[in-house]
């Protein structure tokens, strides 16, 4: 389906010449702007053909948030997760929507993770790989090695 036959579905919902591909700026101005109830409205477009998009369903669960929807906060939690599984935001996002739908140890469970993935980020990959340490950084390729000391 183009940006054209979406647009088509969408005349009587969006601006004249508001196409597809508009949509997510859409969804963050409107949260930005406070008007959860149109975030979700333009984000649930946006999704439904571009349903791996992480930062939209971030998005979107942070609109459920400001209106107090802690049930469709989860959901949109749980599709950042299941889009990003390495995502600390979206386990973070998810622990807090759980807390606020009383299920602690569930809550407490993402919160982990959350920390887990945390910690890997900060460590990097450097610390991550295995094999043998380098004792110096290597040198960029054209740079003279210094002179020797006598």
């Known amino acids: 389906m183009s940006d054209l036959d ?4 969408y005349v009587d919902i969006l ?19 406070r008007r959860p109830a149109h975030t979700i409205s333009v984000l649930r477009m946006w999704l439904k053909e571009h349903r791996d998009d992480a930062d939209a369903w971030g998005l979107l669960g942070q609109a459920c948030f400001q209106l107090g929807d802690w049930a469709g906060a989860e959901a949109a939690a749980r599709e950042a997760v299941r889009a990003c599984p390495d ?26 993770r959350a920390a887990e993935l945390e910690r890997a980020v900060s460590l990097g990959p450097v610390a991550q790989r295995s094999g043998p ?4 950084p290597p040198r960029p390729v054209g740079n003279p090695a210094p002179a020797p000391r006598r």
């Open 6 to 9: 979406l647009c088509a579905d």
């Open 15 to 33: 601006p004249h010449g508001f196409c597809m591909r508009d949509l997510l700026a859409e969804g963050r101005w409107a949260l930005t702007e």
């Open 87 to 112: 995502s600390p935001t979206a386990w973070r996002n998810l622990a807090v929507a759980l807390g606020r739908l009383d299920r602690g140890e569930e809550a407490e469970e993402a919160l982990q």
């Open 133 to 136: 340490k380098l004792s110096a």
